[in-house]
């Protein structure tokens, strides 16, 4: 099902004003079915990394097989609708070529109206020597396809759909070995919930912020929140946690982002590290406050006492 709502809105893509994208199309529609299924791998708790993928990318392949089973459909619509056009309203005829008798182009489309698609796979079977989808996938290859300025045909149209078929299967595949692959409580069975950069602190700091949660150095991470580096680094460094709402089992990612130019790059050092409880608290604390002491107000006067009345101040 989901690879046939991929292969729906992919067509619905292809009907619309908007052009397709050699690449990019592709990919759109494996992330869309991507997407699908990591809602059914969280519902479900799917969590075999490896199968899952393998799933994905029969699931990416399906589709594509449905897009194309789709232009197999419409070809044979098309040669139905020229027929019918060239026999309603026939031409001039070529030097040289017989034209059909009135009686026989009522025959034949009596035969249009009977079994179109018969009659439209049997003149794709004179083209191409093969019948059905196979026969139409030739067909369209011999046709070619137009990408920019080139067009394509033959073995450059069979290697183009198979790079797109890749694309799509390759995309679904990964999303949905990375949703599997996610942090889960065995005992709890829960998915672990991600809390994004719940520390950062100056790059400089990110191979002591490392060595720090691989290690489980409690004192040594109070003080790199403390103080500066001694050479400030690129960018930040920052501490993703997934942690069970339950128990409070926890993983730790450590990442450092870097500024090029307009280009912001993210480099993961540290990746799914278990916490100790202990770790897991000194990360999740907010940064220290520092209390402001109140200004000094105007010093006291004492204000003269009026008559039966102690002294008093003001």
């Known amino acids: ?34 997407f699908a299924l990591n809602l059914m791998i969280g519902r479900l708790h799917l969590r075999s990394p490896k199968l899952v993928g393998l799933v994905g990318f029969l699931c990416g392949l399906l589709s594509v097989v449905f897009v194309h089973y789709g232009h197999h459909l419409e070809l044979g619509q098309e040669i139905v609708a020229s027929l019918r056009q060239d026999l309603e309203h026939p031409g001039t005829p070529e030097p040289g070529e017989t034209p059909m008798t009135a009686a026989e182009r009522k025959a034949t489309l009596a035969k249009l109206d009977a079994n179109g698609e018969q009659v439209a796979d049997s003149l794709v079977f004179l083209r191409t020597g093969h019948h059905g989808f196979l026969g139409s996938m030739m067909m369209r290859a011999q046709t070619g396809v137009r990408i920019k300025n080139t067009d394509l045909t033959g073995t450059g149209v069979w290697i183009l759909w198979g790079v797109e078929a890749f694309l799509v ?7 949905a070995r990375s949703r599997a ?22 790059g400089g700091h990110a191979p002591a912020l490392s060595n720090a949660i691989q290690t489980d150095d409690h ?19 920052a501490v993703t946690v997934y942690s069970c709402e339950n128990c409070g089992q926890s993983y730790a990612d450590v990442s450092q982002t870097v500024q090029k130019g307009k280009d912001t790059k993210t480099h993961v050092l540290v990746k799914r590290v278990a916490l100790s409880p202990e770790m897991a608290a000194l990360i999740t604390v907010p940064e220290p406050e520092f209390e402001v002491e109140p200004e000094p107000g105007p010093a006291a006067v004492e204000s003269p006492p009026e008559d039966g009345e102690p002294a008093g101040v003001v």
């Open 181 to 202: 692959g996610e942090p889960y409580c065995e005992d709890c069975h829960l998915w672990h919930a991600k809390r994004q950069n719940v520390l950062t602190l100056d």
């Open 169 to 175: 299967a390759f995309t679904t595949a990964s999303m």
């Open 1 to 34: 099902m989901v690879a046939a709502f991929g292969a729906v809105l992919v067509w619905a893509w292809e009907i619309s004003p908007v052009p397709t994208l050699v690449i990019f199309t592709p990919v759109i529609q494996g992330v869309i079915i991507g």
């Open 219 to 237: 004192a040594l991470l109070p003080a790199l929140r403390a103080n500066p580096p001694e050479t400030p680094g690129d960018g930040s460094a």
